[in-house]
Nanobody
Framework: QVQLVESGGGLVQAGGRLRLSCAASGRTLSNNVMGWFRQAPGKEREFVAAINWSGISTYYADSVKGRFTISRDNAKNTMYLQMNSLKPEDTAVYYC?????????????????????WGQGTQVTVSS
């Protein structure tokens, strides 16, 4: 049984930064694609970023490209999301996810149905 626990959310002013962490337990996820999603009030959960098992390959939603950076430390079984230049529209609950599926490219790993394991989410609020 895999458990994912997010942390690092909070309240920040526009233009500020936050770093989210996702700690995995139960078994190692060093061979798995992992990703971040977010869900704003009244909206569907949407893809934010994904990273391959080694951390060399990453993929981002257009809305966060150039501002967010996804990374992972397999020795710590932890994934991160560095969020810079935050905007009010980034306000959402952020979820980390992991999948046991194999993808040729991370462009294929952007759907909710692509992921098997989910964290409980962490709130990020950006004030204007």
């Amino acid at each position: 049984q895999v458990q994912l626990v997010e942390s690092g959310g909070g309240l920040v002013q526009a233009g500020g930064r936050l770093r989210l962490s996702c700690a995995a337990s139960g078994r190692t996820l060093s061979n798995n694609v992992m990703g971040w999603f977010r869900q704003a009030p009244g909206k569907e959960r949407e893809f934010v970023a994904a990273i391959n098992w080694s951390g060399i390959s990453t993929y981002y939603a257009d809305s966060v490209k150039g501002r967010f950076t996804i990374s992972r430390d397999n020795a710590k079984n932890t994934m991160y999301l560095q969020m810079n230049s935050l905007k009010p529209e980034d306000t959402a609950v952020y979820y980390c996810a992991a999948t046991s599926k194999w993808f040729t490219t991370l462009v294929q790993a952007t759907g909710l149905h692509d992921y098997d394991y989910w964290g409980q989410g962490t709130q990020v609020t950006v004030s204007s």
